[in-house]
């Protein structure tokens, strides 16, 4: 691919405002929807609100890390970025998709590309049916929370609640519960990808939900469906031997 016209954006810390102004003036630099590509600096969490901001554009993104973790980055460096973009390796992701219900009966809908989470949002444990395709696979799950996440968010909230790592490429979802209190350690499922996943919140008005779709917070849910969402993808860039399967492999051995 020839990267040649980019567009960079950055997060609001200081490093990464620094950053962006010196490649802005060594590399060029145009409006998103006229890029190649796009370099995000920042962390994980900027790189998930790039993807959100720029998911109708046919660009891919191209990280560089300027935060903490940097799971979704590329290491940083201002030398060599056209060689780099040259030779990075795509990584395509799909988001979920969540529809929630809530009390008053008001409809949200939300893209997540690590995860949906369920947690509770009062002093007592939540209480959840969890439905898988339209059947009860568990009348009572007693928690403090549970989350569906994507192979490419299983290191991130899903990996912290003691769920499982999944490859890249693999077409399976992890369902984690969250300090699962009934079924007493109950640590969750791997479901299809094209699994559709219902959570029912029991006692709502005495055990408050909220639901979180990476950064989208719904609160006082009493419904939440979640299935992926093939028809929106994401295309990341990652240096060679350094892509998200290499990483997710790496994880599990650390």
């Not at 490093?15 to 600096?41: C, F, M, N, P, S």
């Not at 959100?52 to 300027?66: D, I, R």
């Not at 059947?135 to 499982?164: F, I, K, Q």
Request: glycine share 6%; with cysteine; charged share 20%.
């Amino acid at each position: 691919m020839n990267y040649k016209n980019i567009s960079f954006l950055a997060s609001s810390t200081a490093e990464a405002q620094a950053a962006a102004k010196t490649l802005r003036a060594r590399y060029g630099h145009v409006v998103q929807e006229e890029a190649d590509v796009i370099v995000a600096l920042g962390g994980d969490g900027f790189m998930l609100s790039t993807l959100h901001e720029t998911q109708n554009l046919t660009a891919p993104v191209y990280g560089m890390n300027q935060g903490t973790v940097g799971f979704l980055m590329n290491e940083y460096a201002e030398d060599g970025l056209a060689d780099r973009l040259q030779a990075a390796e795509p990584a395509i992701v799909h988001p979920l998709h969540m529809r929630a219900t809530c009390a008053n009966g008001e409809l949200r809908e939300a893209l997540a590309i690590n995860e949906v989470s369920l947690l509770r949002s009062g002093p007592q444990a939540a209480k959840l049916r969890i439905s898988v395709d339209g059947r009860v696979r568990m009348d009572e799950l007693v928690c403090d929370g549970a989350l569906v996440c994507t192979p490419a968010g299983s290191t991130a909230y899903n990996y912290s609640a003691h769920g499982p790592i999944l490859p890249i490429e693999a077409d399976i979802l992890a369902l984690t519960a969250m300090a699962a209190f009934r079924p007493r350690r109950w640590r969750g499922a791997l479901l299809p990808m094209d699994a559709s996943i219902q959570f029912d919140v029991l006692e709502a008005d005495k055990r408050p939900v909220a639901a979180v779709a990476d950064s989208t917070e719904v609160r006082d849910v009493i419904r939440v469906d979640i299935r992926s969402e093939p028809s929106v993808m994401h295309t990341l860039l990652f240096d060679p031997g350094h892509g998200l399967e290499e990483r997710l492999i790496s994880e599990q051995f650390t």
